[in-house]
């Protein structure tokens, strides 16, 4: 189709738009703003060469960070779409010294028996690049722990549950906004997982709906911090295309 008549047909709003009968059912119109394709193309650049550097650390500096900002990337967050539109998520801000020690101590204890005994010698050799072991020092340096847990269901006011829908999805969805978020805010993280991670909803005393879903490091990197030399896969390795039409350039 022509590209003109895209653009008239993309203009006209269909019938299912009567605006009165939306707003009866709860609608108001998208407030949606049209970007020219210049600029969407550097857009796309610019966020890409933004997220391009962004690594997991593990060594990080006890400097304090500014709090403010976490919290206006937590609130970013939460702009994640969801199941329902059920927010299935608690974001614990965890900066108290005596909290984070009793989380690297649980912690600990937990991953010293997943790398003695309960990994498998292929999962152990997966690890090998990354250089982790069970010890996690870098849980009491850090300014800042995020706990993300996530609500399997809602307790009613009257005690009963309330199912909340695709919670693992939304969960690593608002997760995904917050790693970028905190990263275009110049702080580094880490995705940890010690497993099982029961201790952490135990320890800071959740109510029984909540079980932690990620536990995230943020800070800046000790200076001098190392990483593992990794190399990203190529485009071309990542993404399938079936376009009808094979002169669309490819990336
Ligand atoms: N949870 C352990 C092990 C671990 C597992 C994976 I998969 C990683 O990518 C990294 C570590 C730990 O945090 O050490």
Known sequence: MHPARWARLARRPSHRYDAAAMAARGFRPLAFARVPEDQMRERARSFLAMIRPRRSVRDFSPEPIPLDVVRRCIEAACQ??????????????????????????????????????????????????????????????????????????????????????????????????????????????????????????RILERPANEKAFMLLPVGYPAAGAQVPDLTRRPLGESLVEYAADPTEPSP
Not at 170 to 196: E, K, M, R, W, Y
């Open 80 to 201: 994640a779409p969801s199941g329902a539109h059920k927010q299935p998520w608690t974001f614990a801000l965890v900066t108290d010294p005596a909290l984070k020690r009793r989380i690297r101590l649980a912690a600990e204890e937990e991953e010293r028996r997943t790398y003695g005994e309960r990994m498998s010698e292929e999962w152990r050799r997966a690890l090998e690049p990354l250089g982790t072991t069970w010890e996690k020092p870098f849980l009491e340096t850090v300014p800042a722990l995020i706990v993300l847990l996530r609500r399997d269901w809602e307790i009613a006011p009257d005690g009963s549950r309330r199912k909340n829908y695709y919670v693992q999805e939304s969960c690593g969805i608002a997760l995904g906004f917050l790693i970028a978020a905190l990263h275009n805010a110049g702080l580094a993280t880490l995705t940890h997982t010690p497993s099982p991670m029961g201790f952490l909803a």
